[in-house]
């Protein structure tokens, strides 16, 4: 009997696997299909594998300029973020006033509004700044989207570090900034990676602001992939290509990284 | 010594200066032509030293919202635009593009003049057209031959429908004809609008009341969902250009009213398995020929806010240009050249040898009239949209109303019932009446 629901339980966990997996799956096949074979009704599962749209792509784009921005963006957006919601955090976990949940759910309640709600402001804000089609302001912009989730997620971390310990230290005569630098940081260092991947992730990953605030200098992977699909014309081959090559780098550092990213996301659920 | 190294210094400052590339943003639609003109702007970088051209390429609904957008709070992150036959007479209206002043060399009339006027305002050009389109009917002539029919010269959609069944064969994946069912001012109320407009209907009156519930709106809808429900492949209501251009490359539509730009990709035999045996005629008509095929064009204006309009200018008059035609098909092939804008794209042999569709495809554009599109005067200019800036909103309320009866989740009356009270409800906020 236990042996059936193991195999039911792995059976079943393939099978979710495979489901989630199969878009990624589909993509990476329709990357090397022509573009007759990529629309093809039924769908086709073998074919003479082609490089065409890669080679498109590449003529046709400057892959390296985008994965750059995407590079800065996300590194500078996730440190930039960590410098502000370390301390927040630190504040919010050990010196909690009567205000402070309110003050963690009502930032959280500023990801429930639908970007496009602020497009035209923060769009006015940032020409008159000159900071269209910058990388500085798309950082910006990316640290401000997920302040909210690391502050929280940094919060859940430092509050469970033991009191105590800080007490210690005090009397040890540790200055805050002592107490921040010699005792949260160390032991908060497996939350602090979980987060600084997670945002990581979610900036490189970021399409809305990316083409809306940028054009041709600070446009990010995801404004490459947009840039192939079309209204007329076959472009899925093209579009999958783009993708694919958009992803992979992040993919790749995902797969290294999968440990800390699940630890992360999973921190503080079975409270 | 100081004094002298400044003012060298100051020198080689100026010089650089004075040799700085002007870098023109250039915002287009990704598509077959669009991808050409980026090809080709080597050549114009070639002949003008001091320009340097940087794209941004984006989807059609992305770039609207962008281009919009950056015109709207005069953003200027783009020096050209590729903006579309409806929104160019209401942004040259409100002046956020700078009027196009073409030289003699230009030959402002050997350009059609559909699109001439659809791009014009007071007689000022506010955008120059890169291509145009307009909507035909293709068919296949293999299986119309087969059935023992022959295509009328000028179809009536009775007609259209008696030879979709004849035709219908879904046994062997083959359907009576596929038409536009997906929501969208641009998608299925492009095409629906002209069904409208040939059956003798208005998107509004001369007060600028909707007329949805009109008889010609109730005919034309009650046809079509008709027509699809028993001729058309299943799952209409998700289907738009590229969906069908699929359907009809591997052989599974019979007809397909649609832009005329399909008929390139319908007859490449790289890309469609029925090349071959492709024909074409005029949009289907009812009760008037008035607006029965619509008219499109991409094209390219400065707007306003651009701080480098003479160079964008410049290169607009290159872009759109006699030479660019030539160009391109030297370079690339007469097949590939950007269609619907010329009269003297169309006199050329080598042209007209490459594009066996080019007399279905001019005879159409000269055919279609944005100023005269309906049969009872109507006040708004357009003949798939009314050139208005509520018509956006109340093209897509509509458009999802029919989506949902062609699948059968609404009655075509309470779909129509609803899209008058969404269209009479923005006409009232808009302050057309009260």
């Known amino acids: 009997m236990d042996k059936t629901l193991l195999w039911v339980r792995t059976g079943a966990a393939w099978l979710v696997a495979l489901l989630i997996f199969f878009p990624i799956l589909w993509l990476g096949m329709t990357a090397f299909k022509t573009e007759l074979q990529a629309i093809s ?50 504040s919010m976990a050990f010196f909690q006033t009567r205000r402070t949940k309110d003050l963690l759910v009502w930032m959280l309640s500023t990801k429930m509004m639908p970007a496009v709600g602020v497009l035209i402001p923060v769009y006015v804000v940032y020409q008159q700044f000159q900071l269209l089609d910058t990388r500085l302001g798309l950082t910006i912009i990316f640290t401000m989207s997920n302040l909210p989730i690391m502050v929280w997620m940094l919060y859940s971390y430092f509050k469970d570090i033991p009191r105590e310990i800080l007490e210690a230290a005090r009397m040890d005569g540790a200055t805050l900034y002592d107490e921040f630098r010699h005792v949260i940081l160390p032991l908060g260092i497996g939350g602090l990676a979980s987060t600084a991947l997670l945002c990581l992730v979610l900036s490189w990953n970021e399409s809305f602001w990316s083409l809306n605030l940028s054009s041709a200098k600070a446009g990010t992977l995801a404004t490459l992939i947009a840039s192939y699909s079309s209204p007329e014309g076959l472009f899925w081959a093209k579009l999958s290509a783009a993708s694919l090559m958009a992803i992979a780098p992040i993919i790749v550092f995902g797969w290294f990284c999968q440990k800390q990213l699940v630890q992360g996301l999973t921190f503080g659920a079975v409270k | 010594m100081k004094l002298k190294l400044t003012a060298a210094l100051c020198l080689v400052a100026f010089a650089a200066a004075a040799h700085a590339d002007t870098e023109l943003v250039i915002a287009t639609v990704n598509n077959g032509h669009m991808v050409t003109m980026e090809k080709m702007g080597k050549f114009f970088e070639k002949d003008n030293p001091g320009i340097k051209l940087k794209w941004v390429t984006l989807e059609e609904g992305t770039l609207r919202q962008r281009v919009t957008t950056d015109i709207a709070t005069k953003g200027g992150q783009f020096d050209v635009m590729t903006i579309g036959m409806y929104e160019t007479p209401i942004w040259g209206k409100k002046g956020w593009l700078a009027e196009i002043k073409p030289d003699a060399k230009y030959d402002i009339d050997d350009m059609l003049p559909a699109m001439r006027q659809g791009l014009s305002v007071n007689g000022k050009l506010y955008a120059a057209p890169f291509y145009g389109e307009s909507s035909m009917l293709m068919y296949r002539s293999d299986l119309v031959e087969k059935a023992g029919l022959k295509m009328p010269a000028n179809p009536t959609w009775t007609q259209i429908r008696d030879i979709a069944a004849k035709i219908n064969d879904p046994a062997k994946g083959v359907y ?7 929501p969208g001012w641009g998608d299925n109320m492009a095409f629906l609008t002209t069904l409208v407009n040939s059956y003798g209907g208005q998107w509004f009156d001369m007060k600028w009341k909707p007329q949805l519930t009109t008889k010609p709106w109730k005919d034309a809808i009650t046809f079509y969902v008709d027509l699809l429900k028993k001729y058309g492949p299943p799952g209409s209501s998700a289907n738009s250009f590229n969906e069908i251009l699929a359907l009809y490359n591997e052989g599974k ?3 397909w009213v649609d832009a005329t730009i399909a008929a390139s990709f319908i007859t490449d035999p790289k890309q469609s398995k029925v090349a071959d045996k492709v024909a074409f005629a005029p949009a289907p008509v009812q009760v008037t020929a008035k607006g029965s095929n619509w008219l499109w064009a991409w094209a390219l204006a400065v707007p306003a806010s651009s701080t480098k309009q003479e160079a964008a200018e410049k290169f607009i008059r290159w872009a759109t240009s006699k030479d660019y035609i030539n160009l391109v098909g030297r370079e690339v092939g007469w097949g590939n050249v950007p269609t619907g804008t010329r009269k003297s794209t169309y006199a050329n042999a080598d042209f007209l040898k490459a594009a066996k569709f080019a007399d279905a495809e001019k005879a159409a554009i000269i055919s279609a009239n944005p100023k005269d599109s309906t049969l009872p005067k109507s006040p708004y200019v357009g003949v798939q949209f009314a050139s208005i800036p509520e018509f956006q909103a109340i093209g897509i309320a509509t458009g999802q109303q029919m989506s949902a009866a062609l699948a059968g989740k609404v009655s075509v009356d309470k779909a129509l019932e609803l899209s008058q009270q969404a269209a009479d409800r923005e006409m009232k906020k808009a302050g057309y009446y009260k």
Do not use: H
Request: glycine letters at 6%; hydrophobic letters at 45%.
């Open chain 1, 41 to 90: 009704v039924p769908p086709k599962f073998f074919f003479t594998p082609t490089l065409e749209n890669f080679i498109e792509v590449q003529s046709r784009s400057d892959y390296l300029l985008y994965a750059k921005n995407s590079l800065i963006t996300s590194v500078a957006s996730t440190l930039l973020g960590l410098l502000i919601a370390a301390p927040a955090a630190y």
């Open chain 2, 176 to 182: 009576g004809i596929c038409l536009r069912g997906k």
């Open chain 2, 253 to 255: 539509c019979g007809m």
